[in-house]
């Protein structure tokens, strides 16, 4: 017999005992890194390529929040993307749609709309609009100034399962086929859900969570929730057929940390990537400090321990996050621990 | 042999062939009629009964709405129960709870509340608020007029299925546990749930969905909601944990009939229990005419044929309604036929 | 003002408070009693039945089984019929459907089969055949004995709530529309489902499960299970395609009580009915002993206390029974206690 | 303004339109490939290595098929992991756990087992045993000749989510602390499920699924059933609790190419690493052909369009297979496609 190990790999095999600890780890450790993206630094960048770059050029123009541990292929953490994206007034970006799941938290501006599935849906800073996987969607701006929004996707873990999948729409924008903004307005309030033809699905129907109703939420629970020891008052965006997160891969969230609020240190299995909504505040992350200011953007991979800390003593901090939480529980692979 | 007829009905059986037309119709006929009550005239004899009985000898000072086809025991449908509840400032009714669900839509007054497990409820005109099975609840009058509300149950179901219990409180009333109106507050806005200690379960968390909300809701979608041709622009009450009814055996709806709707005839295996919120109709049940006015309370049979129309031309018509089509549904025995 | 009493019956209503005690009991208790039939006693009558009336006259030729509490409709328990069904050979009975759900569990005999919704399902003492709500299904005898089964029903359940429904099939019986007894024999085996075309549903796709599968299953469980305290060595036959009943509203269990056997006292909302497969032993409930032998019958109403013993220091006794415990947990009002 | 594109790269960030070409194809193209492995060649050298390895030294004595795509990490499919294992008589395998979801399907050998929780399940030839994730696992042969087995994980998967786990048992095997192979002989039979102590759950409780089951199946279906236009007459071993696949990640199938049987082509976005039970055929995987006999494994990635063909025309071919169907379902990115 020849050398066995030189036999073996070329029958296209491998000894599982030289390669034991590196497939099984006592704990994940993730390529991702804690990091944080200043807003304030990016946003000349991303005007400048408003000025520089035609969106017929561009497609979306977007600057890609790259994980220093994930350059190849680009995502934010191991599972997620998050990006910021600009356009500007009489602009139109090309429909298209995707497998992956995408949602849009708005960041500035004013008169820009994402026609989803042909419902307009208008933006306005801190709503939260929703196009699930392979909805059509194409963008247009009839406002005045430069908008932008953050945008999350999957992609980095539909790609992972070879299940991406892409087409063009057959014009460049999708032609208004419902009443804008119409899901939101009969789903998003005192959850009375409309009962005629009811199409309950993986998916929430509602195309934009506004910000409006969200203060609302916070306005209306004032001091008086309990919240959690580590997140705060922490409220879910939920799905209106089934009460669940919004889309079957992504979770969204909205807390308040309230003036002076530190949190339990926590970590979980599912990554985060959080949009500082309002205030200033440090999460230290495994032990590397975070400090984010209004509008930063900053990544939590997957089971690092995360503390987080409102830096005001009298004002509240509101950070949004998205998480892959919905997928990791439902393959059964949940799992925390609160110090 | 002595005559066999007689001797196996010694043994405790009868012949099913004697039986076969009566157990097995080619459609089921209810034993409840159509019928409808008018608020003003039985509001003068709750107000007598509000002067002349004090709650601590009524427990519960409601005047049932018994369907004459449904008098032994009395119901108001055959799984479902409507009274005309009213009690006047000063007042507390005896704290207690009951495997049957309840549930009470606010007719008229101000200053009343109900307290459920620990948290008091405020009551408003067109509020709908929630005792799911074996919560404890009991109800104070700290306004100045009388109260009035619509309660509904499911006791016939309940007691059909030999599953009632019933338990008094310790003390008259609860002492509160937790701040007033705390649920609606925290579960009512934006399709927002509080993500920390969730308690996922049949019956929703929500102690009020307040009028104040369903009108924002009716605002919102204005006149672009297509709506059912059967029952207008008809919204479920949903049970933020899982999206479906608020409670495992009754479904509430509230619903706009616009001015000058007719609706297609339906029937449907569940029955249902309506009350006018605001305008004036009529309902064809069977061939029967109910002509409804502002506060009225009438009954729809389960596979009774429906016709609503709003007898304006110029104004809405409102109906809140309750059905058993939960629990139908859940057996497998929902049906319905639309013309 | 009149009587007030009398005017408020003459609008419709009645004083809740002069009804509450009747309506809200403490606990259920079921208008059903505790009861038993014999079968030897029964037998004769059936085979008189089968010489002196034909099934063309009878459609059914079925002795019901009547709670003496429950007379009117008839019924075995508050949601639940047996009956105990003959068919002689070279009959045939007429193909029908309907709402109710049934199940035959076989007594006696061989030759015979039901045909369901087109499928042939052949019969042999102990096997279990199922005809769901809404299925097509006729019976015939190609053997040369008479055929005696135990018909268990939920036209009780299903009549109380309105929503029966019945139709006669075009001709006297059904063609075979599949390979006979197809459905066990794919489902039957090893927890193995067929993957192409799935069809799950609220209803097992399985028309037989047979006698000899559930011998094997005790005799590989032998003396090695724990078992249950009150209840023996107990098995739910389940649905496929979701692990639970094997129809919405009526679940079936087959225990086998050890030598010796005493149960620990317990109660549940749900009522059972029990078929005595083997054996002989006493079932005591709420006091009242109903001493069983084989292929007898027994109803225990809902929150009765039942205790069963078997008789024999050497034998087992094997208890089929089913119960209408999926509807009552579907709808919230399962309760159970163990003394 | 120094270099725009120097300049956002350090600050983390990409532009979305240099990348957008290779993040969002218009469908998956998997970097696994197709590929065989066959036994008789591996053979030998897992014999070499259990001679000249012990497994003390190798905790499992595994050759791993490596797909040519996916050597870094090593890896199967893009999700799944196979390999090979073989113990000898008298070796006891290391206690452990992960959350990594395991089975092993038996190819030759007797008088091994596992324990898995501390139930002992003996293995036999055409077995089905899971592990399922952070479930203890031992094993030890205590028969007279090399035992050999194929072992199914998920960490591809697991480990790309950074959700991977793992721990050491304190001592070397865990002790019996359940009748051997209980959990088999409770749950196998008739599709009944002990009723006392219900412990539903995503995985299956079956320790084994033995062949003698299997082989029951196919001969009761012998014939006459339909079967699928690509796979033929294919089951689903399934998780007693729910009837979905016997884990959250894994669906293990078996199916019967009948003699002659030549498959329509067919592609879906899971991936499936098959197993040649008996037979011999062709599978065309995206133009390759893949001539596989008895014992041989093979793999068909995600999106690849495949066609199987069983060589014989008077045998059947049998085929074990697994797939990461219920993950990418649960994530709502299935998609297939039958030419």
Redesign the interface.
């Known amino acids: 017999?020849t050398d066995?190990y030189e036999?073996?790999a070329r029958?296209?095999?491998?000894?599982?005992?030289r390669?034991?600890g590196?497939?099984?780890?006592?704990?994940?450790?993730?390529r991702?890194v804690p990091?944080l993206?200043?807003y304030a630094?990016?946003r000349?960048?991303l005007l400048?390529?408003a000025d520089?770059?035609s969106l017929e050029?561009?497609?979306?123009?977007?600057?890609?929040?790259?994980?220093?541990g994930l350059t190849e292929?680009?995502a934010t953490t191991?599972?997620l993307y998050a990006?910021?994206q600009v356009i500007v007034p009489g602009e139109t970006a090309q429909a298209?749609r995707?497998?992956?799941a995408a949602f849009r938290f708005i960041i500035e501006g004013r008169g820009a709309y994402t026609t989803v599935n042909g419902e307009r849906v208008h933006m306005h800073p801190g709503d939260l609009l929703l196009t699930p996987?392979w909805h059509w969607h194409d963008h247009a701006h009839e406002g005045d100034g430069p908008m932008l929004w953050l945008d999350g996707l999957d992609?980095p873990?539909?790609?992972?399962?070879?299940?991406?999948?892409?087409?063009l729409y057959g014009e460049r924008t999708q032609k208004a086929a419902a009443?804008d903004d119409?899901s939101s307005?009969?789903?998003?309030?005192?959850?009375?859900?409309?009962?005629?033809?009811p199409q309950?699905g993986?998916?929430?129907p509602?195309g934009n969570?506004?910000w409006t109703?969200?203060a609302?939420?916070f306005h209306?629970?004032?001091d008086?929730?309990?919240?959690?020891d580590s997140?705060g008052?922490?409220?879910?965006?939920?799905?209106?057929?089934?009460?669940g997160p919004v889309?079957?891969?992504i979770g969204c969230?909205?807390a308040r940390l309230r003036p002076g609020f530190r949190g339990t240190p926590r970590r979980q299995?599912p990554?985060t990537i959080y949009h500082v909504v309002r205030g200033a505040g440090v999460t230290t992350v495994d032990g590397q400090r975070l400090e984010w200011g209004e509008k930063d953007v900053f990544a939590v991979?997957?089971?690092a321990l995360y503390e987080h800390a409102n830096a005001s003593a009298s004002s509240d901090a509101v950070l949004f996050s998205y998480t892959?939480a919905p997928?990791?529980t439902?393959?059964?692979?949940y799992?925390e621990e609160i110090r």
């Open positions: 017999m066995p036999a073996i029958l296209g095999t491998a000894p599982l005992w390669y034991y590196n497939l099984f780890a006592a704990e994940p450790k993730s991702a990091y993206w200043r630094a990016l000349p960048y400048h390529f520089a770059l050029e561009a497609e979306r123009r977007v600057l890609m929040l790259v994980n220093p292929p680009p191991t599972t990006g910021i298209h995707h497998t992956a996987g992609y873990l539909v790609n992972a399962l070879d299940a991406g999948f892409f087409e009443p119409l307005r009969q789903f998003i309030h005192g959850r009375l859900t409309p009962a005629w033809d309950p993986p998916n929430s509602i969570y506004p109703e969200t609302r939420a209306a629970i004032a008086d929730a309990v919240g959690s997140d008052v922490v409220l879910e965006y939920t799905n209106p057929w089934n009460g889309m079957p891969t969230r909205i299995t990554s991979p997957g089971w892959d997928a990791i439902a393959l059964g692979l799992r």
